[in-house]
């Protein structure tokens, strides 16, 4: 530099620094954050959910830790390609910029152009492997699936690009010339021959090559061979295409084998089951692994048939071009159990152990039931604390009376010896390793203690509940191995918890993704972890539940995600929303066997076909929240019970319908439970009466633990009886006097369900109680108390059987009330001798205790005495008790009662797939009061039905029979009752 | 003062004024934004952050060629290595001693100049000590695991023990000198453990390739 120059360093030193130097990392950590602003794809963002996550805020000492954690936290949102931070040092501080990219898709992908196929074809499997939004990386993997899904249906050509247009992921495609077939190369010797076999595939040269299509006939000609019995068939092809795509060459690999028959030798085998055991025919199929299964399933058939020493083998044997598969049967002789001793046994009674070991004299000796027993032995003594008990079976023959005759039956004395061995108790219960939690708060959790017996599985549950209590605060990589040291003689032994608790994982941030037209707060208020406390296991499937119970959500995710290892976890809930409004419509025919008048005025049980559809729209997550309002209407085409109809068409029409609109707001009042707001509008047929009824019920529900519910509501309606059927003298006085009666009810109940499927249960119970109360002094024109307890249980038995049985029982109690009736006009002479009615004007004080025909219960029908209509049951028409009223008058049509009782009992068993057959026992009755209550009423019916398991549930055909049969107006009830319904009975 | 010094001071004075009024009018140019996070990488679910690379580069927490940028072979390492941790079931390795990890933190902090110097660098790469004691946990977790699974390697042949003796004359005998079967006995087992890694490196490329993790563009 010369001389001259010198003077423009300092100025030139003072403006560089400034002008074009940034400040470096280092310098900016510990500067106040001035300002920190979210760009997300270029442009500014505000967005709540996002800043929330962001850790660096203004006025705060610039942290990269805090940058990190920040970035992390927006890059697991799941949303973003990539998250960039950059920082601007100015006089103010550090001003942050977060960038936020996005992934290139959001929403669905799309595909255009020349599809030549379904565009769910495409769109399917990708969303299927890639999900909804397809990231930047594997869009390649993307587009070679498209390939390959071309290549399956002959295109070898295809153009695929992918761009994004719109924030959508868009492929734009164009499937190319559809290849045609160039050469076709046979290979095999197929009884058709060439020409038989490309007629058979519809394959020529210079055809279309569709993968698919020639696919899907080989399989359907290989089975068609397999049929013949050529059990090794295999056809299969493959394909050479041309550079170009254009043209392809195929191999057809035509591999018949040989036809194969299947013989049996020596002793005869069960031909009823032989399908069954050797499936060879069914299965199309001579692998190795199905005949040995099927000689060893042939062997324990005839070894649980008492033939003890039975034995089946099978061979190929290959002559003239035919395989042969042989099985040999040897049976042996069938043996008998000719008695059962037991030995040994000190501290269990003789009576215990054989109830226990089960297998008795005189039937076939089968060697499984004797292992069964031996174990069942061995268990029972386990549990009692003696764990090295042996129970030793010996077998004893008997000298065959006729040992002349070697097929003659064998008898066996089973010795049972049972070694007892030493009792052991557990002496002391220790945990080493359990730093984090208190051993007494472990020791809580055992059923292992000290003084009570030892069994080794007990041991192994406990380990697994410390274990569990260990996962459930966050230790999730803790080994927990129980050890049992055993004292002299075995008398005692110490039991030892080890555990290694490793680290325990704390939630550090939950992040909801996924939601759209749903709050975040929505879900956040069903998840049930919490930043800073530990990620448990029983935390996260119970937060699945509660969010899966929402009914909001398609698809619910619960993601734990690290970085950098350590104790932290970012839980990241993905849930796919929904769509918020759902219509449903449908419709059909009941079928239902019902009570109309004869023209004698009896009642007659009529198979009626009732036309009938609904219609119902809802809406879902009202305002941001979990709120819904649903419609329901459904309509049928039923003749009214009008008896002044000249002809009963003129009486047919949408008679019967039900109008019902729900609002549902979850966790209302300080999330004391769920409010649910219903109005309805609805006329039902009854046999004995048309009802029309309105009304408006507020219900709060609330569940309480798992399986348990409770309500309190009140309802508010009013209730009309029409065209009711019964005599006169026999319509109770509360319906003549109020025929259209106001009802102002509270109500509570609780349920406690613990079935695995409310349509189609195999196994739990359900019990549930319903209690209603009308006061006058509440509105209510009539006063009232009802009780309906209910209760069904379920069990699953061996072959997939299902026992049911259920009970409802209710009851009920009016309160009386004295109401004025005018006096009946009465007939008198008028002095020029005419007859006329004239009022007396006297009124007569009358007391009511009867409940209004809508309360009453009624039973008979698809859903309670299935041997009988609907609602069909009833004392009467005499009854012999003083004070008793019939509930069923003279006629036959039913007045409902005060007191009603319904038993079922169902087996139901499975026939194929779809189809259950179910046999069904019911009972019960309707009576007056509940005081009337007999045993000696109760009617019962019992029958068959079949189910067909339908996508909407299971159709239903019963067939009930009356177990006992009465006459009303001289006509006897018919002895069946036939019914068609959706859903099971109860 | 002649005309041409006179021209000559009033050009430099015009220059200088034109520099000393623009050196405001510069500071008050927006300066260049400094990156200071991003997402490199992510592999076996686990984010690879910028400044993950750089930490690990700064505090010499991963071996590195002498680079002019260390960034792509140092981002390399790190998806290998969570690829890596991503296999090793939580209870299949001892955890490794909280005395074990101070040992290696002494080495670590020793590297950068002892530990007041490793503290000075914490906070300008965004890591705590915690973090660098994860780091050296799982370190000691992924060497106990390859120990568990690569043992040893196979017995080199005679001729691949010459081979190595021919290609690599410095690390097998000359320094110091020592006895031609020395120097074999040297050449067996720099070898073995030359296939052993060749077996891990295998095993990670197979890992690499299941697509378990990829790079941020």
Redesign the interface.
């Known amino acids: 530099m010369n001389r001259g120059s010198a003077w423009l360093l300092p100025v030139v030193l003072l403006a560089v620094p400034v002008t074009s130097r940034a400040a470096t990392l280092a310098e900016l950590v510990g500067q106040p954050v001035a300002e920190v602003g979210v760009w997300r794809d270029g442009l500014a963002s505000q967005e709540r959910a996002i800043l929330e996550l962001i850790e660096t805020r203004p006025g705060e000492p610039l942290s990269l830790r805090r940058v990190r954690e920040s970035v992390v936290h927006l890059f697991t949102l799941g949303d973003y390609a990539d998250v960039q931070v950059s920082a601007t040092s100015e006089t103010r501080g550090v001003v942050l910029r977060y960038d936020l990219i996005s992934l290139r898709t959001r929403g669905e992908v799309e595909v255009r152009g020349n599809l030549g196929l379904p565009s769910a074809d495409l769109i399917g499997p990708i969303t299927r492997r890639f999900g909804r939004a397809v990231r930047a990386d594997q869009i390649s993997a993307v587009v070679a699936m498209l390939e390959d899904i071309y290549r399956d249906a002959g295109r070898f050509a295809p153009t695929i690009s992918a761009d994004t247009v719109n924030g959508r992921l868009v492929f734009d495609i164009d499937q190319g010339p559809a290849a045609l077939i160039g050469h076709i190369d046979l290979r095999g010797a197929p009884e058709e021959g060439r020409p038989g076999v490309l007629q058979r595939l519809g394959l020529e040269e210079g055809g279309v090559y569709d993968a698919a299509q020639l696919e899907a006939r080989l399989d359907a000609y290989e089975a068609d061979v397999r049929q013949r019995r050529y059990y090794e068939a295999r056809f299969r092809h493959d394909v050479s295409p041309s550079p170009d795509g254009r043209v392809v060459d195929v191999v057809l690999d035509v591999q018949t084998g040989s036809p194969v028959a299947v013989m049996f030798e020596g002793d005869d085998v069960p031909e009823a089951r032989l399908d069954e055991l050797v499936p060879i025919a069914r299965e199309g199929s001579i692998d190795e692994d199905l005949l040995e299964d099927s000689s060893l399933r042939l062997q324990t058939h005839l070894q649980g048939l008492g033939y003890r020493d039975a034995r089946v083998t099978h061979e190929r044997l290959e002559a003239s071009g035919e395989l042969s598969i042989v099985f040999t049967v040897d049976r042996g002789r069938i043996h008998r159990v000719a008695g059962v001793r037991f030995t040994g046994h000190d501290a269990v009674s003789e009576a215990e152990v054989a109830e226990l070991f089960g297998v008795q004299s005189g039937l076939p000796l089968v060697m499984s039931d004797i292992e069964r027993g031996a174990a069942a032995v061995r268990t029972f003594y386990a549990r009692q604390g003696y764990s090295n008990t042996q129970v030793i079976p010996v077998l004893d023959e008997l000298s065959p009376a006729d040992a002349d005759r070697p097929a003659a039956d064998a008898h066996v004395v089973c010795a049972v010896q049972v070694i007892e061995g030493p009792r052991t108790r557990v002496a002391d219960v220790a945990f080493r390793g359990n730093d984090a939690v208190a051993a007494d708060q472990l020791a809580a959790l055992l059923e292992t203690m000290p003084g009570v017996p030892y069994y080794g599985p007990r041991l192994e549950s406990d380990r697994q509940r410390v274990r569990a209590h260990y996962l459930n605060e966050g230790y999730e990589a803790v080994r927990v191995d129980a050890r049992a040291t055993f004292g002299e003689g075995d008398a005692t032994v110490d039991v030892t918890f080890e555990v290694v608790e490793g680290i325990q994982v704390i939630v550090d941030h939950v992040l909801v993704v996924g939601t759209d037209q749903i709050g975040p707060s929505t879900v956040r208020a069903e998840v049930t972890l919490r930043p800073g406390e530990p990620l448990g296991v029983d935390d996260q499937i119970e937060t699945r539940r509660r969010l899966n119970a929402l009914g909001l959500f398609r698809r619910v995710d619960i993601l734990t995600l690290s970085h950098g290892g350590g104790d932290r976890r970012e839980v990241v809930v993905v849930v796919e929303e929904a769509p918020a409004t759902s219509v449903g419509y449908g419709g059909g025919v009941e079928v239902t066997q019902r009570l109309r008048a004869s023209d004698a005025g009896a009642a007659a049980e009529r198979l009626e076909l009732a036309p009938r559809g609904f219609f119902e729209i809802g809406r879902r997550n009202l305002w941001g929240k979990n709120r819904s309002l649903d419609l329901f209407t459904r309509v049928s085409v039923r003749r009214k019970n009008d008896l002044d109809a000249p002809i009963p068409m003129s009486s047919l029409g949408l008679n019967e319908y039900r109008l019902l609109l729900n609002y549902r707001e979850p966790r209302a009042f300080g999330r004391a439970g769920d409010l649910l707001i219903s109005g309805f509008l609805e006329q039902t047929i009854r046999p004995s009466f048309d009802l029309f009824g309105r009304g408006v019920n507020v219900e709060v529900r609330r569940a309480v633990g798992y399986s348990m519910t409770g309500s309190v509501g009140y309802r508010y309606g009013q209730n009309r009886l029409t065209n009711a059927k019964f005599l006169a003298a026999e319509l109770p006085l509360v319906d003549r006097l109020f025929p259209t009666v106001t009802l102002s009810t509270l109500s509570s109940g609780l349920v406690r369900d613990t079935r695995d499927d409310p349509l189609e249960p195999t196994s739990g119970t359900f019990l549930g109680v319903e209690s209603e109360a009308a006061f006058r002094a509440i509105g209510s024109e009539v006063g009232f108390v009802k009780t309906s307890f209910q209760g069904a249980v379920f069990k699953q038995l061996p072959r997939d059987l299902v026992f049911a049985a259920g009970g409802r029982l209710g009851l009920a109690h009016g309160f009386s009330r004295t109401v004025t009736i005018r006096s009946p006009p009465v007939l008198v002479t008028l002095d020029d001798g005419v007859l006329v009615f004239r009022d007396t004007g006297e009124v007569t004080p009358v007391t009511i205790s009867a409940l209004p025909a809508s309360e009453r219960f009624f039973a008979g029908g698809d859903t309670t005495v299935r041997g009988f209509a609907l609602d069909r049951l009833g004392t009467g028409p005499l009854v012999d008790q003083p004070g008793e009223a019939p509930t069923i008058d003279p006629n036959g049509f039913p007045t409902g009662g005060n007191a009603m009782l319904v038993v079922n009992t169902e087996l139901r068993v499975p026939v194929t797939g779809a189809i259950q057959m179910v046999g069904f026992f019911d009972a019960g009755n309707v009576f007056d009061r509940v005081g009337h209550f007999r045993f000696g009423e109760i009617r019962g019916s019992a029958g068959f039905g079949v189910r067909y398991r339908s996508p909407v549930g299971p159709i239903r055909v019963d067939l009930g029979f009356k177990l006992d049969r009465r006459e009303f107006a001289g006509e006897r009830e018919p002895l069946t009752a036939l019914h068609f319904s959706i859903g099971q009975a109860f | 003062m002649s005309q041409r010094r006179l021209l000559?001071f009033l050009v430099?004075g015009l220059?200088?004024c034109v520099?000393?009024t623009?050196?405001p009018t510069?500071?008050q140019?927006?300066?260049?934004?400094?990156?200071?996070?991003?997402?490199a990488a992510v592999a076996a679910?686990?984010?690879i952050?910028l400044?993950?690379v750089r930490a690990f580069v700064a505090l010499r927490l991963v071996a590195f060629s002498a680079a002019a940028d260390p960034f792509p072979e140092v981002l390399t390492a790190l998806i290998e290595r969570q690829l890596v941790?991503s296999q090793i079931p939580?209870?299949l390795v001892a955890?490794p001693s909280e005395q074990e990890i101070d040992e290696r933190l002494g080495v670590a902090a020793t590297r950068l100049g002892g530990a007041e110097a490793l503290d000075a660098l914490l906070?300008?790469?965004?890591?705590?000590r915690?973090?660098v004691r994860?780091?050296l946990?799982?370190d000691l977790r992924i060497e106990r695991y390859l120990a568990r699974r690569f043992p040893g390697a196979r017995q080199p042949t005679p001729e691949e023990v010459r081979l190595w003796i021919a290609e690599h004359p410095d690390a097998t005998g000359r320094n110091p000198p020592q006895t031609p079967e020395q120097a074999r006995e040297e050449a067996s087992r720099q070898l073995t453990a030359r296939l052993r890694q060749d077996s891990i490196d295998a095993w990670v490329a197979t890992l690499v390739d299941r697509g378990g993790a990829?790079r941020?563009?």
């Open positions: 000559g430099r220059v200088a520099s000393t623009a050196v510069a500071a140019a927006p300066a260049p934004a400094e990156l200071v996070d991003r997402v679910n686990q984010v952050l400044s993950d941790l939580a209870n955890a906070p300008t790469v965004g890591f705590t915690d973090d994860q780091v946990r799982d990829y941020v563009p």
